[in-house]
């Protein structure tokens, strides 16, 4: 939108006007912004961190989702009553190769469950083609807690990264974002940005830390963002995780969301005990999955980014990776710098084409686990299997009893974790994992 005058022969306006004219373009792009609402695609859904992330943000409606798990499953209708196309390996594969596409006279969904929602619905116009798409793979082959297996994305759960990149390849998603374990980066990392850039995509990644946003416990994560070059990030000269750092900046010198052990160890025993662990029906799964999910606040912090790079004018191209050194070169073998494979990727970096950039580490979001004394031990998927009558958990070195050993550390010696402490320690709303009684049967 342009705005011109010429007043009394002058073509420059007194400042009034000029102060209408950038209140009107202001307003402009916020609704080009609004009205153009992306749809998303919530891959690996879990308990919904991604879709929730999303609706926060106002402008991202969730079109479809594929998960498996039957508590979330029905946690994610509760919430957000979108389609489920259950298994990733039948989402967007054509129809004769989807498993419940049968010579049967039965509707699919019917029997399983789950939307079938092939290859041919989305170019026919059945579904709308999304905007954006996420998912946080299984990390159970990548993460640090499994010493012994050095599968990476190739191992028996986290190979299905690969059916996550084949429905971005064949449907040209302009947004896609990863989010996995920290020691991504040793197992698969530069497979997914080689496959990514091969398509067209920038791709860009950086390792948060929970603490990051006001979190009192690390819990470092990779977020991988790419995108494709008619993209408003692919636009822009900016970094789609440079407003991330400005997040990150301004919480520098806000409290933790809740506080540490040390500090208030009667509250931690009064909102992290459950006392009766069988009086909270699904206390186990609601745990669990809380323990498997992202930190929505950091989700949401990348859909700002790319709200605001959609709106922005700015037009000057890939520019903001010349910003940034070169750590890699793409060869047939992979990624290779000074004439040696790269076996260890960047905790942060951003590759184009054939080339990764990157200038080491961001201690504002990649937070070094010396800055904090008293922190908590992260949620794990399996927290809600053990109680605090669980006494191998106080003899365990380091920090390997976990959350539950801490608490015990401090007195809790019978029931479980709460719910409620544990949606609170994780970001989500109070009740956000409740269902309703008559779903939770």
Not at 341 to 346: A, G, I, R
Not at 421 to 435: A, I, K, R, S, V
Request: with cysteine; charged share 20%.
């Amino acid at each position: 939108m342009a705005f011109s005058f010429v007043l009394g022969g002058q073509r420059n306006p007194p400042p009034c006007i000029i102060l209408i004219r950038c209140t009107l373009e202001c307003i402009y792009k916020s609704l080009r912004v609004y009205m153009q609402r992306f749809q998303h695609l919530d891959m690996f859904s879990g308990l919904g961190g991604f879709s929730l992330a999303a609706k926060q943000s106002g402008y991202i409606d969730t079109l479809l989702c594929s998960e498996t798990d039957s508590y979330n499953n029905r946690l994610l209708d509760e919430k957000f009553n979108m389609e489920n196309a259950g298994d990733i390996c039948d989402l967007g594969v054509p129809s004769t190769y989807h498993s419940a596409m049968t010579d049967k006279d039965i509707v699919p969904c019917e029997e399983t469950g789950f939307s079938t929602v092939t290859y041919e619905d989305f170019f026919e116009g059945v579904v709308p083609f999304p905007d954006i798409a996420t998912g946080g793979f299984p990390c159970q082959n990548v993460s640090s807690a499994n010493v012994t297996d050095k599968s990476g994305i190739d191992g028996t759960q986290s190979s299905l990264v690969h059916e996550q990149l084949r429905i971005i390849e064949d449907l040209e998603i302009p947004y896609c974002v990863f989010e996995n374990a920290e020691r991504l980066n040793r197992k698969g990392l530069d497979y997914i940005v080689a496959r990514l850039c091969k398509l067209g995509y920038t791709v860009e990644w950086e390792t948060i830390g929970a603490t990051a946003f006001n979190y009192p416990h690390y819990r470092h994560r990779v977020y991988i963002v790419a995108y494709l070059p008619s993209t408003g990030a692919g636009k822009s000269k900016r970094n789609v995780f440079d407003h991330v750092r400005q997040v990150a900046l301004a919480n520098l010198d806000k409290p933790f969301k809740m506080p540490l052990l040390e500090e208030a160890p009667q509250w931690v025993l009064n909102n992290a005990v459950c006392e009766n662990p069988k009086s909270i029906k699904l206390r186990t799964k609601r745990i669990n999955s809380l323990g498997n999910a992202i930190i929505p606040d950091i989700a949401k912090s990348i859909f700002d980014s790319i709200r605001m790079l959609e709106e922005s004018d700015d037009e000057k191209g890939n520019t903001h990776i010349t910003d940034e050194q070169i750590a890699g070169k793409r060869e047939d073998a992979g990624w290779v710098f000074n004439g040696k494979q790269v076996t260890c990727m960047p905790t942060r970096g951003v590759a184009h084409s054939d080339t990764i950039f990157s200038n080491g580490k961001c201690q504002l979001l990649n937070v070094p686990k010396q800055r904090y004394e008293g922190l908590y031990s992260t949620l794990l998927r399996k927290d809600g299997n053990n109680n605090f009558s669980c006494k191998s958990r106080l003899t365990r070195p380091g920090k390997l009893g976990g959350l539950v050993g801490e608490i015990m550390a401090i007195g809790a010696n019978a029931g479980g974790l709460h719910p409620h402490f544990c949606e609170q320690f994780m970001g989500y709303p109070e009740g956000y994992t409740e269902l309703p009684v008559s779903n939770s049967a």
